[in-house]
């Protein structure tokens, strides 16, 4: 196995800290009851990431109320790149499978959520499709029935992504009708109406599909092809982020307007 860049680790700790200070809402202050929410929105290792990291935090300052702030999140955040991280990087090189071995398991499950995270664009579509099994597209106005998700990736080295860069990065001729954006939408907004639409014995999947795809990727988007109704009844629809490896992951699908 490679080596992991500790910048690499010290970014699941701060994705998983800011994740408790989303849970606290306007007050800054997270409870217990409010961190059982958050988790209960998260699945595998970022679930338990999120939540021992929450129980790192009180147990530093032995807080028999299990509330947190800000200012203890960001002293836990200081100490688990100083102790979790750095001193087991004893040659400053990054952490070989041998110190990753050594950590403590707060710090091994910082690796293991840094190295899911580090997946290819490619790999995570392919998972993004795998949690859309069974999920379906009624979304938009769309006439289509039983429209399932695929797998969408295509190569690129992207910093961000904006309407200019995915019609340059799919090689859209903008002169086309079929190949005019119709519509950009927050992929926030999409998932909340995806779990709204589904069966109470698939909302949990839906919910893991936007917890996956909103913690890998960058940007996130819904993008709708196809001017109306010049570009014909049937529009892709692209649900696409930047990866970590600068490539363009997501999913694919299609709406009818007629």
């Known amino acids: 196995m490679s080596r992991i860049a500790k910048s690499e680790v010290n970014a699941a700790f701060e994705w998983a800290a800011a994740q408790i200070t989303e849970a606290g ?25 999120v939540d021992f990291f929450y129980r790192f935090i009180v147990r530093r300052d032995g807080n028999p109320s299990e509330r947190v702030d800000r200012g203890d999140i960001e002293a836990a955040l200081k100490a688990a ?41 490619e ?18 106005g769309t006439e289509l029935t039983n429209e399932h998700f695929l ?9 961000s992504l904006n309407a200019q860069s995915f019609i340059a990065t799919l090689g859209l001729k903008t002169d086309d009708p079929k190949d005019r954006l119709a519509r950009i939408e927050s992929a926030a907004d999409f998932f909340r ?11 949990a999947q839906a919910v893991a599909l936007a917890q996956a795809m909103q913690s890998t990727l960058a940007d ?10 010049e570009g014909g009844p049937i529009h892709p629809v692209y649900i696409v982020g930047v990866a970590p490896d ?9 709406v009818r307007w007629s």
């Open 25 to 49: 809402g306007r007050d800054g202050i997270t409870s217990r009851a409010e961190i059982r929410r958050k988790i209960a929105e998260l699945t595998g290792a970022e679930r338990d990431l």
């Open 81 to 121: 790149r100083e102790q979790l991280v750095a001193a087991f990087d004893t040659n400053d090189n990054g952490l070989s499978a041998d110190e990753v071995a050594a950590m403590p398991p707060l710090g091994r499950l910082a690796v293991k959520v840094a190295r899911h995270r580090q997946r290819s664009g």
């Open 123 to 140: 790999e995570l579509s392919l998972h993004f499709e795998a949690l859309a099994f069974n999920l379906v597209l009624d979304d938009f």
């Open 151 to 159: 797998s969408f990736h295509a190569a690129a080295q992207l910093e």
């Open 193 to 203: 109406r995806l779990v709204e639409h589904h069966t109470p014995g698939q909302t």
């Open 220 to 229: 996130l988007h819904v993008y709708i092809l196809g001017q109306d109704p």
């Open 246 to 254: 600068g490539s363009l992951a997501g999913l694919r699908a299609r």
